[in-house]
């Protein structure tokens, strides 16, 4: 099944996109008190059921493909031993990983499969045109990680690999939003001198993890690849989302990218205490409008959205429904959505 952009002429409504989850990356517990719980990933499906007038699909089961193939993947995006390193710390079933934010439980490594085998699935159904836009509901987190670090709640960087999955598949350029109020280090770090792939952050600074400077834009074949866009604390819908519609145009102009990959955080939230800036479900919906426009423009509407932050769970709740609502909504424009063509 392709999701489509449009109506069916008999009225019904079209499935436009298939938000996927599954239940191990429930397993990954770090314990009281700790901003990332499962409870995080039960709200936002809670959210997303009922579908709005049917116009998504959710799958809380989405098959994975088998555990070798999502390593072998892994191995693009991470060294052989920091993989080995998450599962011995999991079989563990204590202690923390690299940084004491990277708490990790008997589940942890599961997880952590889990969201990188949906990411990759995804990844294949979209370069292989079976979908159009996919919303990954998983957890834990992706954008910290490193190649050989886990970081910031994150184990494993599945937006780097759904983002190496489509790249070598159709041997064309992608690029990778990421609204999260947290920069993504280990997302930039990995695509740093690579042309292929563009890198566009919207983000708190200063901040965790402390990169995401305005100066920071690729090198060697990269250069100009990747482009920050640091706010002040305190950053409203207006000012975060002509940040991300002015790097939208400049970057995905020059790109021309076949897809959009979406790190999708949602602790930008005003309710959210840990990224402390002010958008609203409005802003969520705005940023996402944004995103569909460049990628009409440029990638038939071709979009693989990955669940980042976001941890309260009511305003993750909400800011999640908007984004996969807007995600949802058909092309009735008659025309590339308004994006700039350079």
């Not at 919207?202 to 305005?214: E, I, K, N, S, Y």
Request: some cysteine; charged content about 25%; proline content about 6%.
């Amino acid at each position: 099944m392709s999701t489509t952009e449009t109506d069916r002429q008999d009225g019904a409504t079209e499935v436009r996109v298939e938000v996927r989850s599954h239940p191990l990356c429930l397993e990954h517990r770090p314990g009281l008190g700790h901003p990332e719980q499962p409870g995080r990933l039960t709200a936002v499906m809670e959210a997303l059921a009922p579908p709005s007038a049917g116009s998504w699909r959710l799958l809380p089961s989405s098959p994975l493909p088998p555990e070798g193939d999502i390593v072998g993947v892994l191995e693009w995006v991470h060294d052989e031993a920091h993989i080995e390193r998450v599962r011995e710390a999991a079989a563990s079933g204590k202690g923390w990983l690299d940084s004491d934010d990277c708490v990790v439980s008997g589940g942890t490594f599961a997880a952590a499969m889990a969201a990188a085998g949906l990411a990759l699935q995804a990844g294949l159904d979209l370069a292989n045109r079976r979908v159009d836009r996919v919303f990954v509901a998983a957890r834990p987190p992706a954008h910290h990680a490193e190649r050989a670090r886990a970081r910031g709640y994150c184990f494993f960087n599945t937006v780097a690999l759904a983002a190496e999955v489509i790249v070598r598949s159709w041997n064309r350029p992608v690029l990778i939003v990421d609204f999260d109020a947290l920069h993504g280090n280990g997302t930039q770090q990995h695509f740093w001198e690579r042309g292929d792939v563009g890198y566009l952050s919207v983000h708190r600074f200063p901040w965790f993890p402390g990169t995401g400077t305005a100066d920071e834009v690729g090198a060697g074949e990269g250069l100009g690849a990747t482009r920050n866009f640091p706010l002040a604390e305190g950053a409203d819908d207006e000012i975060y989302c002509t940040a991300l519609e002015r790097g939208l145009e400049e970057i995905a102009g020059r790109l021309r990218p076949a897809a959009l990959i979406l790190s999708a955080g949602f602790n930008g939230h005003h309710a959210d205490p840990t990224g402390g800036m002010r958008l609203t479900a409005a802003g969520y919906r705005r940023l996402t409008r944004a995103v569909m426009a460049a990628a009409r423009a440029f990638a038939d509407g071709r979009v693989l959205s990955i669940l980042e932050g976001g941890f309260a769970p009511v305003a993750l709740a909400e800011g999640v429904r908007a984004h996969v609502e807007e995600l949802a909504e058909p092309d009735r424009s008659g025309s590339k959505a308004g994006m700039a063509v350079n």
